[in-house]
C-alpha cells in the first residue's frame, strides 16, 4: 500500500471520486457536490485557512486502485469547553473494510498533526463549520438529508479498533409535520403570546442585509457562552444567505422579536439533496436546468434545520416554543412540507435535546465524534454538558 499526497487538481479529483467509489454501492448514499468537498480546501474560499488553519489530504493507493482517503487539519478556531491542550482534527476518510488499510490512513494524519504540536486528534469531522460533516454516522442509515455525513456501517469498527474514543454522541431528530405537539409546548406558546412587545415572523427574501444582521447577533450571543470558539459576522452571513438564495424558502426561515429586537431564530431549508440525488456530484448547465424543473414542480417535501438559538437572558421563557409554534402553523396551515429533520445536536447541549423532545420528534439518526489522544499525554474525558 502507498499514501499519496494531494498537490495537485488532478489528485483532488482522484481524492474526490475515492470517497464516491467506497460508498457507491451502499444503499441511500448520496454523493455531495464536488464543487462542494473542492471548496473546504480552497485557501480563497475557506474561512478557516485566513486564521492560520492548515490542512492535508492523502489517497491510499494498493495494486492501482484507489482504497482509500483521509484528510488532517489544524486551525485555531476549533475548540471544546473543557478541553485545555491543542487538539487537530481528521475528515473527509473513506476506506475499504480493511484494518490495515485504515490504520496507515490514520497513523499518516497523526504524524502530521503531532508535527503541528497538538496532543490529540478528533474526527471524523469537518473543516470548517459544525453544519456539515460532522460525526460518523453509527445509526439511521437512510436516505442522508443535505450536510449529513454518511458512511457503511463498518467505519464505526474501523475507528474504535485503531484507538479512538467516543468524545460525544450526536442525535438527529425528526417528525411529520401533522404530527401534534405536546401540550407543556402549546402552553408555553400561549403564554407567552399574551404578554406585550413578542413577536415572530419568517424573513422577507427581499432583505437579506437586514435578516443577515439579526443572524449574527443571536448566534454570536446564543453561543458565546459553550466556549466553543463560534463567532460570525454579519458580512459572513450575508454571503451564506447569497450562496443559498437559489434554494430559499423565506417561509421557512423564522426570527422572534421582543420589542423589534431579534431574540431567537430558527434557520431552515428545504433539503436539497432531493436535488443532488440525481446529479452524481456535478452541478453543470445540465443540472441546474433539472434543479429548477424539480424545484418549481416542489419535488421535495422535506425541510431541514440548519441552526437554532436562542439569546442568553431569554432562555427559560417559552421563547423557543413561541417561535417554533408560530411557524409550524404556518407550515402546516400551507401544506408546505410533509417531513422535518433537526440539525443535529450534542448529548453535552441538554436544552437543545430538551427542545427537540418538547416537538415529540424522534431519533433518526445517530453519530459519534471521536477523540485520539497521542501518547496518553492527558487522560480521556469526553465532552463536558454546556448547560444544565
Known amino acids: ?62 495494486d492501482g486502485k484507489h482504497i482509500g482517503r483521509i484528510a488532517a487539519y489544524v486551525y485555531p478556531r476549533y475548540k471544546n469547553k473543557g478541553t485545555d491542550y491543542p487538539v487537530g482534527c481528521v475528515g473527509f476518510f473513506d476506506c475499504i473494510n480493511d484494518q490495515a488499510a485504515a490504520g496507515m490512513l ?49 467505519y464505526q469498527r474501523l475507528f474504535e479498533d485503531y484507538g479512538f474514543m467516543n468524545y460525544y454522541n450526536q442525535y438527529y431528530y425528526g417528525l411529520n409535520i401533522d404530527d401534534k405537539l405536546s401540550d407543556k409546548f402549546v402552553e408555553r406558546y400561549k403564554r407567552l403570546k399574551s404578554k406585550k412587545g413578542y413577536d415572530a415572523r419568517h424573513i422577507n427574501i427581499h432583505n437579506l442585509e437586514k435578516h443577515a444582521q439579526e443572524f449574527a447577533k443571536v448566534y454570536n450571543e446564543a453561543w458565546s457562552q459553550h466556549d466553543e470558539g463560534k463567532e460570525i459576522s454579519p458580512e459572513q452571513v450575508l454571503k451564506l444567505f447569497n ?9 421557512i426561515i423564522w426570527f422572534a422579536y421582543y420589542n423589534d429586537e431579534p431574540i431567537a431564530m430558527w434557520i431552515n431549508i428545504p433539503d436539497i439533496n432531493q436535488y443532488f440525488k440525481h446529479f452524481n456530484g456535478k452541478m453543470g448547465l445540465w443540472q441546474k436546468i433539472k434543479f429548477l424543473w424539480m424545484k418549481l414542480n416542489k419535488t421535495c417535501d422535506k425541510f431541514i434545520g440548519i441552526a437554532f438559538g436562542v439569546v442568553p437572558r431569554f ?12 411557524g409550524s402553523r404556518y407550515i402546516v396551515e400551507r401544506k408546505l412540507y410533509k417531513t422535518y429533520e433537526m440539525g443535529w445536536s450534542g448529548d453535552w447541549n441538554p436544552r437543545m435535546l430538551s427542545v427537540y423532545k418538547s416537538l415529540n420528534a424522534v431519533v433518526t439518526r445517530k453519530l459519534i465524534t471521536y477523540r485520539y489522544i497521542f501518547d496518553n499525554k492527558h487522560p480521556f474525558e469526553r465532552h463536558p454538558p454546556v448547560e444544565k
Not at 21 to 44: A, C, G, H, S
Not at 133 to 146: Q, R, S
Not at 315 to 326: A, K, L, R
Open 1 to 62: 500500500m502507498e499514501l499519496i499526497e494531494v498537490t495537485t487538481p488532478q489528485l483532488e479529483d482522484i481524492f474526490i471520486e475515492t470517497g464516491y467509489l467506497i460508498n457507491k454501492d451502499f444503499p441511500n448514499y448520496i454523493r455531495p457536490l464536488d464543487k462542494e468537498v473542492k471548496e473546504v480546501f480552497d485557501k480563497t474560499k475557506n474561512k478557516f485557512y485566513k486564521d492560520g488553519g492548515e490542512a492535508i489530504r492523502w489517497i491510499l493507493v494498493k
Open 106 to 154: 490514520f497513523d499518516a494524519a497523526k504524524y502530521w498533526l503531532k508535527s503541528k504540536q497538538v496532543d490529540a486528534m478528533d474526527g471524523p469531522v469537518n473543516f470548517g463549520d459544525r453544519d456539515k460533516w460532522w460525526g460518523l454516522l453509527v445509526e439511521g442509515f437512510d436516505e442522508p438529508i443535505y450536510g449529513l455525513a454518511f458512511n457503511p456501517p463498518y
Open 243 to 251: 450562496q443559498l438564495k437559489p434554494v430559499i424558502d423565506e417561509k
Open 315 to 326: 432562555q427559560g421563557m417559552g421563547v423557543d416554543s413561541f417561535m417554533i409554534y408560530e
